[in-house]
Nanobody
């Protein structure tokens, strides 16, 4: 069964940090680009970051550039999203997804993990 599972979400104060993980089972992640997306209450889903299959290329939304870092450990079949200097507007459900490349439609989706930034 092909599956992506996110973890690492939670409640954090503004200015704090969290690291999200996206673990794959049933398939090998290194054949896929992995994207992180988020959806805040009442808003549309937006792309946050993406990393190519071999990790040589990364992309970020303007709203997270300089604060978030995407990385992958293909040996662990896991992709990470390090989030620093978190702001209340970063509050959302974060989901990871797999595709052939970053601009392609995503083939597989995780269920998401909730990140809440609040004092």
């Amino acid at each position: 069964q092909l599956q992506l599972v996110e973890s690492g979400g939670g409640l954090v104060q503004p200015g704090g940090s969290l690291r999200l993980s996206c673990a794959a089972s049933g398939f090998t992640l290194d054949a896929y680009a992995i994207g992180w997306f988020r959806q805040a209450p009442g808003k549309e889903r937006e792309g946050v970051s993406c990393i190519s299959g071999r990790g040589g290329s990364t992309k970020y939304a303007d709203s997270v550039k300089g604060r978030f870092t995407i990385s992958r450990d293909n040996a662990k079949n896991t992709v990470y999203l390090q989030m620093n200097s978190l702001k209340p507007e970063d509050t959302a459900v974060y989901s990871c997804a797999a595709a052939s490349w970053c601009q392609a439609p995503m083939d597989y989706w995780g269920k998401g993990t909730l990140v809440t930034v609040s004092s």
